[in-house]
């Protein structure tokens, strides 16, 4: 079983950058792939990007590839979402998930989720 705690969301103008972090527990987290997807109001939960379990590959959505970058610290059971240059289609909820499988893109792949943390940007 792995908890997710999402933190880090916030306002921010555009053009301006957010960390969020999602603490994970339980002792095997370097065994899971963990996502990053986001939903924005009146549409379907979207990916934004994965990071391997070692953190040695990683892959982005189109719309985010260049902005955000994902890490993770395996000592401390986290993982981060950097995003730079912020836009309001950026807007949403977003939310970080553990797979054991190899950089999945898919909701489905993923076993556990965390609550979400709201991020909004300003026009």
């Known amino acids: 079983q792995v908890q997710l705690v999402e933190s880090g969301g916030g306002l921010v103008q555009a053009g301006g950058s957010l960390r969020l972090s999602c603490a994970a527990s339980?002792?095997?987290?370097?065994?899971?792939?963990m996502g990053w997807f986001r939903q924005a109001p009146g549409k379907e939960r979207e990916f934004v990007g994965v990071i391997s379990g070692t953190g040695g590959r990683t892959y982005y959505a189109d719309s985010v590839k260049g902005r955000f970058t994902i890490s993770r610290d395996n000592d401390k059971n986290t993982v981060y979402l950097q995003m730079n240059s912020l836009k309001p289609e950026d807007t949403a909820v977003y939310y970080c998930a553990a797979a054991l499988g190899f950089l999945p893109a898919r909701e489905r792949a993923y076993d556990y989720w965390g609550q979400g943390t709201q991020v909004s940007v300003s026009s």
């Open positions: 339980g002792r095997t987290f370097s065994s899971y792939s």
